[in-house]
């Protein structure tokens, strides 16, 4: 298998301010991270792939400039939530990709208060 | 097209029963299915997968089946246990695609009497 570390676990933030989630795939490189939302008892809705050393691809309805992601390296990815609002309250999840398989971290719960 | 569609939204068995979950398709360009457990609060972790070149694949207590011809493709897990309680995703991907971009199911949440 393959490991895929995320990190916070949890993280409580005021409403306006910026949080920021790192992925990191501790025994692979990794080209290719996914960023995903998932809400209560709900499926993962992918929000963006992002790409080592290029800009992340957006699902369409989700906005660039409030969910900044930045693939700096082969083995870290990150997932600013900006100026954070209630409603960004979710359990957000990543993955990175080995060959065809894609490998989850443990999920973030940012609650926004 | 892009959707997966996964049935039943929730099931429970006793213990040693042979729960079954399905999944149906409409991309013909899929070919890759695999299966995630997901516990509360954790992220997914990869159970098994097939692809359609293979109508069963089987490792340890889990067993896929796929129909290739009806687009689906269906997951069994034998002599269940309580600790096999979970929510349970399928998903498709094109194999050898720009990203391998996985489309879930919708999920079942399975539970499993002691």
């Known amino acids: 298998g393959a490991v895929v570390s995320q990190h916070p676990s949890r993280v409580i933030c005021k409403s306006g301010t910026s949080v920021k989630i790192e992925c990191r795939s501790l025994d692979f490189q990794a080209t290719t991270m996914f960023w995903y939302r998932q809400f209560p008892k709900k499926s993962l809705m992918l929000m963006a792939t992002s790409n080592e050393g290029s800009k992340a691809t957006y699902e369409q309805g989700v906005e660039k400039d409030k969910f900044l992601i930045n693939h700096a390296s082969l083995t870290l990815s990150t997932l600013t939530v900006t100026s954070a609002h209630p409603e960004d309250s979710s359990f957000y999840i990543c993955s990175a990709a080995k060959g065809t398989e894609a490998f989850f971290g443990q999920g973030t719960r940012l609650t926004v208060v | 097209q892009q959707q997966v569609k996964q049935s039943p939204q929730s099931l429970i068995v006793q213990k040693g029963g042979i729960p079954i979950i399905n999944c149906a398709y409409e991309?013909?360009?899929?070919?890759?299915f695999p299966w995630y457990q997901q516990f509360p609060g954790k992220g997914p972790a990869l159970l098994i997968a097939?692809?359609?070149?293979?109508s069963e694949k089987k490792e340890g207590r889990f067993t896929i089946s796929f129909n290739k011809s009806a687009k689906q493709f269906s997951l069994h897990i034998m002599d269940s246990q309580p600790g096999d309680s979970a929510t349970y995703f399928c998903a498709a991907s094109i194999r050898g695609g720009a990203t391998n971009k996985l489309i879930f199911g919708t999920g079942t949440l399975l539970a499993v009497q002691p």
């Open positions: 097939i692809r359609p070149d293979v």
């Open positions: 991309n013909t360009a899929f070919d890759y």
